[in-house]
């Protein structure tokens, strides 16, 4: 009697030689990590990136605005006898709002598209760079990502409250100012707020 063996063929998963082990393959949640997260919060002389419309007028207005203006005001005010220590200060105080201003504008025109040259341009030269400003600060960004990077993502609703009381205050510090401190200011603008501060006279009948 003979006794055949029979062979069943099992389903492994086969190996070549050629074949490499995945040992340096990188998993995704780790190519996450190492990706920049973006902060929400203002990274100040930041001169790369993108800014959107409505972060630049949260950053500008008390950092390249209020702050230096409340600065300038307080030196003037406490200084004016001390005209060397004056200029010193001011000088310092006025380059460092400059350098910020330069570090909110070239974010700005990367969010357009632009080179970021436009705005050195914009805070520079006194024509061309009016123009150049005026577009910054009202035209949006592209919503998509473009050659500089992807898009902010949209403010809260807390932020963008934020936002208009910033504007609201900071022409209200600068009307109270101009009431407060008139000897500060143009002639020509004394001259129109003089008719406003004058009360009519009443014509007797």
């Not at 001169?47 to 230096?68: A, D, E, K, Q």
């Not at 005010?77 to 060397?84: A, E, F, T």
């Not at 341009?121 to 910054?136: C, D, F, K, S, W």
Request: proline share 9%.
């Amino acid at each position: 009697m003979v006794v055949r063996e029979r062979f069943e063929p099992v389903l492994e998963s086969a190996t070549t030689v050629d074949e490499e082990p995945d040992y340096y393959r990188v998993s995704e949640t780790a190519l996450s990590l190492d990706e920049p997260a973006y902060s929400p919060l203002p990274r100040l002389f930041d001169f790369s990136g993108r800014l959107s419309l409505s972060r630049y007028w949260l950053f500008h207005v008390p950092f390249v605005f209020v702050i230096p203006t409340a600065l300038i005001t307080f030196l003037v005010l406490g200084l004016r006898h001390q005209l060397v220590v004056m200029g010193i200060v001011l000088a310092v105080v006025l380059v460092v709002s400059w350098l910020l201003f330069c570090s909110l504008l070239m974010p700005r025109a990367r969010d357009l598209g632009w080179s970021p040259i436009w705005g050195v341009i914009a805070a520079l030269l006194p024509v061309l760079g009016t123009v150049v400003l005026l577009l910054l600060v009202v035209l949006p960004g592209r919503e998509c990502s473009n050659r500089f990077g992807p898009p902010n993502p949209p403010m809260s609703r807390l932020a963008k409250l934020l936002l208009g009381l910033l504007v609201l205050g900071a022409f209200a510090a600068a009307f109270l100012l101009a009431l407060y401190l008139p000897q500060y200011l143009p002639t020509t603008l004394l001259g129109e707020l003089s008719v406003f501060a004058e009360a009519p006279e009443t014509v007797a009948p």
